[in-house]
């Protein structure tokens, strides 16, 4: 009995810095994943580091008078008596996109999408980015092809695509899709 005590002691001496190591490696992954998580699923959402505003008015106060606008009426799909405006701004490298529910003055960007690097987005990657930059920030995208890496989020509500030409960002683009 004395020696199998003593043998269970040893083992245990010898397999603990091996299993709380392990451990530790587990941890600092979960860590390293919930930081990509959390960083991919604010940059899918607010992902730029300028002020933009949440409405046409807000937008065209910070960014200035755009070049263009186009605006276009819609039902609302879950009211077809309502109707809802799609506004689409259009500025030197720059084009954002408001969703107007009705006349309650309910308005939110469906569209952001920039492609010259005087519009900077967060965490350090943008236009100019390569797409290592991209993946050390925000993990492995959801998909990824030649000359395009897409974050979706889990909603299937909210996406960012980085668009490439010559392995750098060319544009990145934030679509928010309505219900």
Same mark, same amino acid.
């Given at each position: 009995?004395?020696r199998?005590?003593i043998?269970?002691?040893?083992?245990f001496?010898?397999?603990?810095?091996?299993?709380?190591?392990?451990?530790?490696?587990? =941890?600092?992954?979960e860590?390293?994943?919930?930081?990509f998580?959390?960083?991919?699923?604010?940059?899918?959402?607010k992902?730029?580091?300028?002020?933009?505003?949440?409405?046409?008015q807000?937008?065209?106060?910070?960014?200035?008078?755009?070049?263009k606008?186009?605006?276009?009426?819609?039902k609302?799909?879950h009211?077809?008596?309502?109707?809802?405006?799609?506004?689409?701004?259009?500025? =030197?490298?720059?084009?954002?996109?408001?969703?107007?529910?009705?006349d309650?003055?309910?308005?939110?960007?469906?569209?952001?999408?920039?492609?010259?690097?005087?519009?900077?987005?967060?965490?350090?990657?943008?236009?100019?980015? %390569?797409?290592d930059?991209?993946?050390?920030?925000?993990? %492995?995208?959801?998909?990824?092809?030649k000359?395009?890496?897409?974050?979706?989020?889990?909603s299937?509500?909210?996406?960012?695509?980085?668009?490439f030409?010559n392995?750098?960002?060319?544009?990145?683009?934030w679509?928010?899709?309505?219900?």
């Amino acid at each position: 009995m004395k020696r199998f005590i003593i043998t269970l002691l040893a083992c245990f001496i010898f397999l603990f810095p091996v299993l709380t190591a392990h451990a530790e490696e587990i =941890d600092e992954e979960e860590e390293l994943i919930n930081s990509f998580t959390s960083k991919r699923e604010e940059f899918i959402w607010k992902g730029w580091a300028f002020t933009l505003g949440n409405n046409v008015q807000e937008i065209i106060a910070n960014l200035g008078k755009p070049n263009k606008i186009k605006t276009k009426n819609v039902k609302n799909r879950h009211n077809p008596k309502q109707t809802d405006k799609i506004s689409h701004l259009y500025y =030197d490298w720059l084009e954002v996109a408001t969703y107007r529910v009705g006349d309650n003055e309910k308005e939110f960007i469906i569209l952001l999408s920039i492609n010259n690097s005087r519009y900077e987005a967060k965490f350090g990657i943008g236009i100019g980015s %390569k797409k290592d930059d991209i993946m050390n920030v925000l993990g %492995k995208p959801s998909k990824q092809k030649k000359n395009l890496l897409k974050y979706e989020h889990e909603s299937s509500y909210a996406e960012v695509n980085f668009y490439f030409r010559n392995n750098v960002v060319s544009k990145v683009e934030w679509l928010v899709f309505p219900d």
